[in-house]
């Protein structure tokens, strides 16, 4: 008798382990931008990072040819970087002036605007268990980060508030993408556009990068893009909704690194808001596999 094949795994189930592969991903990014924004203007560092992201995809460019890396529409690339690099505005004006504890508080505001976009715009039909899983995902970040909100950051936070919802537009102008553009595709041209688009607030305040610098700024380049072709791609098989509850899990991949990279140790609310985050991504990981596509 032939052996079976195996099943396919179901396209939410997918999705979401793609999502968690993008948020290790955006993990160390983020630590690696962060030890370069302290020794080059914020707004430079940016612009390199989605101008370097362009790097990795050359070689599937020239093999494929420009032909197969032309949007079905390019109004739609625009909108999504003009969006993207508003946010991106908005995050790096406040950030300098915003506690660790509000930045991590804020940020992970963004999946629920994204859950509320999916509904409103996208017609995605939403299950209870999503809202609580992100629910319950979101007061594990307040569990971390609780202990040391204080309000520092004052109307700066207002700032980096505005940024949340922009994030979320643009990853939900990003789902609409993905119904006539292939992964690679909106990823190259995210980075176009964004480099663009942030190129201005860059040469504002420029300071020429080091010989190790620029091999940092190549290595934030290959994370991003790795990092969003996987958001793309979950994006692609599953409802966004789908994904959100996941990325709560990068501040469990952020406080490994954290221990990893710069030694710092986790203290106990860490640990037991990880263990919040982790509880409800397996649960909602269980619902999603059981449901139908």
């Known amino acids: 008798m032939p052996a079976k094949l195996p099943a396919p795994m179901n396209p939410n189930l997918a999705g979401m382990l793609f999502a968690a592969g993008a948020g290790l991903c955006f993990a160390l990014l983020n630590s690696q931008l962060r030890a370069l924004a302290q020794v080059l203007p914020p707004f430079e560092v940016q612009f390199l990072r989605y101008a370097a992201g362009l790097l990795p ?39 300098p002036h915003i506690p660790f504890a509000e ?69 939900l102008i990003t789902k609409a993408l993905t119904r006539r553009d292939a992964p690679e595709v909106i990823v190259a041209w995210q980075s176009i556009t964004v480099a663009l688009f942030t190129f201005p607030f860059a040469a504002w305040d420029w300071e020429w990068p080091n010989a190790t610098q620029w091999g940092i700024v190549i290595l934030c380049g290959m994370l991003g893009t790795l990092g969003h072709f996987l958001l793309t791609t979950a994006f692609k098989l599953a409802d966004i909704s789908t994904a959100q509850p996941v990325r709560f899990l990068d501040l469990i991949w952020a406080t490994l690194l954290g221990y990893l990279v710069f030694s710092e140790v986790p203290e106990r609310s860490t640990l037991v808001g990880g263990l919040v985050i982790f509880a409800a991504t397996s649960w909602i990981a269980r619902v999603e596999a059981k449901r139908k596509p």
């Open 103 to 171: 930045m991590t508080a804020i940020g992970f505001t963004t999946p629920l605007f994204i859950m509320l976009g999916a509904v409103t715009f996208l017609g995605e039909r939403m299950i209870w268990q999503r809202w609580a899983a992100a629910l319950l995902g979101f007061a594990g970040v307040l569990v971390v980060v609780g202990p040391n909100l204080t309000g520092a950051g004052g109307g700066f936070s207002v700032i980096m508030l505005c940024s949340s919802p922009l994030f979320a537009a643009s990853f």
């Open 57 to 95: 995809l050359l070689p599937w460019i020239w093999r494929a040819g420009l032909a197969a890396y032309r949007p079905n529409g390019i109004a739609g690339q625009m909108w999504r970087g003009a969006v993207h690099a508003s946010g991106l505005f908005f995050w790096f004006t406040a950030l």
